[in-house]
């Protein structure tokens, strides 16, 4: 996957979690779409501040084609 679909990606994930900012994905070649597309999924790993000071991990997956268009965002609490 190109540098410049990744930044375009990290832009879009940053602006729905603000604690992935600055958060370099790791990037997975997924299966093949009809058509001949190609699918990757994108793993965030940060941390979200809670009330009271805590921290809690949380990780964002993004699974998106190759020109960039986001088909599934899941997050875990």
Do not use: H, W
């Amino acid at each position: 996957m190109k540098r410049s679909i990744i930044a375009k990606l990290n832009c879009q994930v940053t602006e729905k979690f603000p604690e992935m900012k600055g958060v370099c994905p790791t990037v997975r070649r997924g299966p093949q779409l009809k058509g001949g597309d190609q699918r990757y999924t994108l793993t965030y790993k940060g941390k979200a501040d809670l009330p009271g000071g805590r921290k809690i991990s949380r990780i964002v997956r993004v699974v998106a084609d190759e020109e960039g268009r986001i088909l599934r965002i899941s997050t875990s609490k």
